[in-house]
């Protein structure tokens, strides 16, 4: 069992906001003393450029940063330490691949699949991918209580199935997509599948190799980490065939007037120099976040997600939007009667951070026939307290707009 009172003192925002209740761990988490530290202490100890320099700093540095690749390898059970490329966060990731690999493979009539949950990083760049090469889009729906239709997935695949994309657990609903069945159905139609992994990563097991998709995404900063550094794993063989997608320093092999030659992955996808200080702090919160077990987290915001489903849905003229059987970290609910915003405004004045919008998922929002949702979403160091601060909000609230 997680010690709620005793992680919170190691997020230094908690010791200095004591009364503070963050919903909003879904669009970026809260850093640990450790992170932070570490990241201050690698600036003033072991900063330099990586992999040209000679010297010892530049040595040291290199080996930080490439030990920080090799932690990311063990954390989601890739191959080998080339499947890791390094980003800016997951919308460059996802946009990496529909550039590269969907520049180079989709054709006219070719098909992309996605689900009605994605975020727009998800949507958008395999929207324009389609777009410049003529294929065709296609959204995979989910079910009036808000889970993935296999079924109707699988009805959607043909042999003109290029790329499935989709989400590994919805930012908007909490919804877990069942991702091993959905990579074996589309790898029987040949297809490459793609998962957008920033709310998998921070609260559960993430087995790249046991889930057999050929590309996994995920940003440092929902994983406790910093902002501005994020993942790309891909399967080796699928990342040696694409091309690079920015040029510059650092991802050549030889260049010349008549031409140049790249290097392999995974280096030859990270042109320029990388967010050296950024992967480090990145290593420090994957070590954080096993300090406690993958495991034990998952258990931990799975009874805390239940616990906020029975107390929210007691609550009169609240609903909350459907996100099937397997909810985990996300509760999205509007007021009737109430707009998200002044009920954000609401929850703020009592302490209670939350988000408030479509949250990046406008089709979503459409197909739900609402504007935006009320998002609540959870991280290690909540705890049912901080559930029944929000119950308690969300009556002040009531209090204020329907009495």
């Known amino acids: 069992m997680i010690d709620v009172r005793a992680v919170r003192r190691e997020f230094p925002i908690f010791v200095n906001n004591p009364n503070l209740v963050f919903l909003d761990s879904g669009a970026s988490a809260q850093k640990p003393r450790a992170v932070i530290d570490g990241i201050a202490e690698f600036y003033r100890s072991d900063y330099a450029n990586v992999h040209r320099g000679v010297y010892q700093l530049s040595a040291r540095s290199t080996d930080r ?30 946009n990496l691949v529909a550039q590269s690999w969907g520049g180079a493979v989709l054709q006219a009539g070719d098909e992309v699949v996605i689900s009605d949950l994605e975020h727009h990083s998800n949507l958008v760049p395999w929207q ?27 009805a959607l695949l043909s042999p003109r199935t290029r790329m499935v994309a989709v989400t590994h657990v919805s930012n908007v609903t909490g919804t877990v997509l069942p991702v091993e069945n ?19 990563i921070p609260r559960m097991p993430v087995d790249v190799q046991a889930i057999g998709c050929d590309f996994y995404a995920f940003s440092g ?9 994020g993942i790309l794993y891909g399967r080796y063989d699928a990342l040696a065939a694409m091309p690079p997608w920015q040029t510059g320093g650092g991802m050549i092999t030889s260049v010349a007037y008549a031409g140049t030659e790249f290097q392999e992955p995974p280096h030859r996808f990270e042109a320029g120099t990388p967010d050296i200080a950024g992967a480090v702090g990145l290593k420090l919160a994957l070590d954080f976040i096993e300090g406690f ?16 489903v029975d107390v929210l ?8 939007v459907g996100g099937g059987q397997r909810r985990l970290s996300i509760l999205s609910f509007n007021i009737d009667g109430v707009h998200p915003h002044d009920v954000g405004t609401v929850l703020d004045q009592h302490e209670v951070a939350v988000r408030v919008g479509h949250h990046c998922a406008q089709p979503l929002m459409d197909k739900l026939g609402i504007s935006g949702t009320v ?9 049912k307290a901080d ?3 929000l119950a308690k909000a969300i009556e002040a609230c009531r209090e204020m707009f329907l009495r």
């Open 65 to 94: 940063f490439e030990e920080a690749r090799a932690t990311v390898r063990a954390f989601l059970n890739a191959a080998d330490e080339r499947e890791i490329v390094f980003v800016r966060g997951a919308t460059e990731a996802i």
């Open 128 to 154: 324009i991918a389609c777009q410049r090469a003529g294929a065709r889009l296609l959204v995979a729906p989910t079910d009036a209580t808000g889970e993935f239709d296999l079924g109707a997935f699988e």
């Open 182 to 200: 959905i990579a074996r159905l589309a790898h029987r139609r040949g297809a490459m599948v793609l998962v957008d992994g920033c709310q998998a």
């Open 221 to 229: 900063h929902k994983a406790y980490g910093p902002s501005g550094v």
């Open 293 to 308: 077990g993958r495991e034990a987290i998952r258990e931990h915001e799975a009874a805390l997600t239940d616990y906020g």
């Open 313 to 320: 849905s007691r609550i009169p003229d609240l609903n909350l």
């Open 375 to 383: 998002r609540a979403s959870l991280g290690i160091y909540n705890d």
């Open 387 to 389: 559930i029944d601060r």
